[in-house]
């Protein structure tokens, strides 16, 4: 166990990204890359006996702030762009009692908590671990230099680099975990005596050599994992790489995935055995799937709850709603929040439902709108209804017991509550209590007039 300050950069402009956001603020899988960083530092963390967690902004940094303000974060502003040794030497005055600082990037979003958990695990052991990658074109990056031990000796940035350093293949990814008194030895010491005329962090490395401290190199588990992002081309690229990876997560679970290269999931999506889910599906936050479940193509599932050998049809969309078991949505349907589907119940084409409880085996099938209902068992709400739930100010509910049948095009003026077995004639508008068995019809007389002359065109 030791106490571990995280530093993560992320002040740069990120001018190839051709944007008004700061680069760190742009998503991927639904989150910004800083919140991917840092959701992931902490779940590293979970087991140190002390941890903090500082961000070091720069170019738009009220905006990060604004998109992130709901982390415990000690802010660090680098009012100058001088280098990545720059950056760390402002929060070198935040740290004071720790054992090691952790080093990472805002912009490489998909590190992984098992490859920091080893990185410090070996900084603790040797003062100076360095996560480091082969890449078969390492065009841009530090190359890794070693001697004839292979022993990491130095980094050489690719503009400082001779010929021959140029062919190396080892570079680094930047992330690294170093003993905090010998970061705060080393940092004054930096130079930007060099072609960018910055103030390298990967200087410190050649200090420890120097120091006689050995550098550990430790690796991710592939080369996504330490993928910087620079412009919209990168990132797209790392999107579709993490979505086919969250596809096969689903797969080898018990999903069967139409196409794996047309999903998104934008969270946490746990599934039974035997799902079968259909192209351009997108889940986003925390969604559950039971058995068997059918989810058919270009649906959004978020927030929401699927039981066993429910259907969901194309086009539907699902906000922080429960479909029951055998339960029916869609096609085209939308259950909008505290939407709760019973058993057998079904939500058909056109439907919009939201704050309702759906009894067990009742139907809206078509062209309807229910909001801040109680349905019963068994009804059947026809073709065109709605529940006029809203008087401009209030909601107001609307209960509908057990074996009601709503006609079409039928409208439903709340507070109002329609008793068990009760009908409602098609074209009614209903504002008082429907009793029990009751026939309720509120429509206008039916006029036919003879000898009508229909208009003419002029």
Known sequence: MMNVDIVILAAGQGTRMKSKLPKVIHS?????????????????????????????????????KHHLNHYAVNWITQAQQLGTGHAVAQAISHIDESDIVLILYGDVPLIQADTLHNLLTSAKQSGFALLTVELADATGYGRIVRNAQQQV??????????????????????IMAVKTEKLKHWLPKLSNDNAQGEYYLTDIVAMAVADGLTVNAVHPSC????????????????????????????????????????L????????????FIDVNVVFEGAVTIGNNVVIGPNCVISDSVIADNAVIKAHSILESAEVGQEAEVGPFARLRPATVLAKKAKVGNFVE????????????????????AEIGADVNIGAGTITCN??????????????????????????LTIAQ??????????????????????????????????????
Do not use: C
């Open 28 to 64: 991927l899988a639904g989150k910004p890359m800083l919140e991917h960083v840092m959701l992931t530092a902490q779940q590293a963390m979970q087991q140190q006996d002390k941890r903090q967690l500082h961000v070091v902004v720069g170019h738009g940094g009220d905006t990060v």
């Open 153 to 174: 000796t130095a980094i050489v940035e690719h503009k400082d680099a001779t010929p021959e350093q140029l062919a190396i293949k080892e570079i680094n990814t930047g």
């Open 264 to 275: 998104d999931v934008r969270g946490d999506v746990n599934v039974g055995q035997d799902v």
């Open 390 to 415: 809203y008087d401009g100010v209030n909601k107001h509910k609307t209960v509908i017991e057990d074996n009601v049948f709503i006609g079409s095009n039928s409208s439903l003026v709340a507070p």
């Open 223 to 262: 080369e996504q994992e330490v993928q910087g992002v620079n412009n919209r081309v990168q990132l797209a690229e790392l999107e579709r790489w993490f979505q086919f990876e969250q596809a096969k997560k689903l797969m080898l679970a018990g999903a069967t995935v139409a196409d794996p290269y047309r």
């Open 353 to 372: 439902t939201k704050k309702v409880n759906v009894g067990i085996g009742s139907k809206i099938n078509h062209l309807t709108y229910v909001g801040d």
């Open 421 to 458: 077995g009760a009908t409602v004639g098609a074209g009614s508008t209903i504002t008082r209590v429907v009793s029990a068995e009751q026939l309720a019809v509120a429509r206008g007389k039916q006029m036919n007039i003879d000898g009508w002359q229909r208009p003419k065109k002029k």
